[in-house]
């Protein structure tokens, strides 16, 4: 019985987890891939430089004197390097600087065409394809107009609120519409000009 809710309770907490906990994670649209680019860069580099420092070295397993014989009096190796009877035995010879200076410059220029050979390849292949970057193009500005045409939407929108805001307001007034940013006015009252007649009665009323 104990075993049987033992199972149940697993099997319920399992499909909690399944569900709930481990589901994959909501996918983003995003430029390049990020930080990984340098670091497989740099590692392309690092394995350039080991190669050539690897496939420089001379040194082999049968190097040594066999195993299976008497070691002699004088051990001879492969090296650049003064004999035991020298002024300095055993030191470094000028031809062990030579080869090692030989394979410094084969290391620096073996490195430096390999980089240079694999900058052209990537100035010759883009990232992204030309296709792709016109349909990109596209899209901006597609979405460029898209936002201009919102834009004035709304400014026609406010516009017709104000103007019928300002019709509202005004009782027997005439609405002139002068352009953005220029509201409508009442008409101011007309006064017109006196006549000759006007003059003749003020005088008449003057001498009476």
Same mark, same amino acid.
């Given at each position: 019985? =104990?075993? *049987?809710?033992?199972?149940?309770?697993?099997?319920?907490?399992?499909? $909690?987890?399944?569900?709930?906990?481990?589901? &994959?994670?909501?996918?983003?649209?995003?430029?390049?891939?990020? %930080?990984?680019?340098? %670091?497989? !860069?740099?590692?392309? $580099? *690092?394995?350039?430089?080991?190669?050539?420092? =690897?496939?420089?070295?001379?040194?082999?397993?049968?190097?040594?004197?066999? &195993?299976?014989?008497?070691?002699?009096?004088?051990?001879?190796?492969?090296?650049?390097? +003064?004999?035991?009877?020298?002024?300095?035995?055993?030191?470094?010879?000028?031809? =062990?600087?030579?080869? /090692?200076?030989?394979?410094?410059? =084969?290391?620096?220029? #073996?490195?430096?065409?390999? /980089?240079?050979?694999?900058?052209?390849?990537?100035?010759?292949?883009?990232? %992204?394809?030309?296709?792709?970057?016109?349909?990109?193009?596209?899209?901006?500005?597609?979405?460029?107009?898209?936002? #201009?045409?919102?834009?004035? &939407? !709304?400014?026609?929108?406010?516009?017709?609120?104000?103007?019928?805001? %300002?019709?509202?307001?005004?009782?027997?007034?005439? +609405?002139?519409?002068?352009?953005?940013?220029?509201?409508? &006015?009442?008409?101011?009252?007309?006064?017109?000009?006196?006549?000759?007649?006007?003059?003749?009665?003020?005088?008449? +009323?003057?001498?009476?």
């Amino acid at each position: 019985m =104990f075993a *049987l809710i033992n199972n149940i309770i697993e099997i319920r907490l399992d499909a $909690y987890k399944y569900l709930a906990k481990c589901r &994959r994670p909501r996918a983003e649209r995003i430029q390049d891939i990020g %930080i990984w680019y340098g %670091i497989l !860069k740099s590692i392309t $580099y *690092l394995s350039v430089i080991s190669n050539v420092i =690897f496939n420089t070295s001379r040194y082999e397993n049968n190097m040594g004197p066999p &195993r299976d014989e008497y070691w002699p009096d004088q051990c001879y190796y492969r090296a650049y390097r +003064n004999g035991p009877d020298d002024n300095r035995p055993f030191e470094l010879t000028i031809q =062990f600087w030579h080869v /090692f200076t030989a394979r410094l410059a =084969f290391i620096i220029i #073996f490195e430096h065409v390999v /980089f240079f050979l694999t900058g052209i390849v990537a100035m010759a292949i883009p990232d %992204i394809p030309v296709e792709v970057k016109n349909q990109m193009k596209r899209e901006k500005k597609v979405e460029k107009e898209t936002l #201009f045409e919102n834009e004035m &939407r !709304k400014i026609r929108l406010e516009r017709l609120s104000r103007h019928d805001h %300002i019709a509202s307001s005004e009782d027997g007034g005439v +609405n002139l519409d002068l352009g953005e940013g220029l509201g409508s &006015r009442p008409p101011s009252r007309v006064i017109s000009a006196p006549t000759s007649s006007t003059y003749q009665r003020n005088e008449c +009323n003057d001498l009476s």
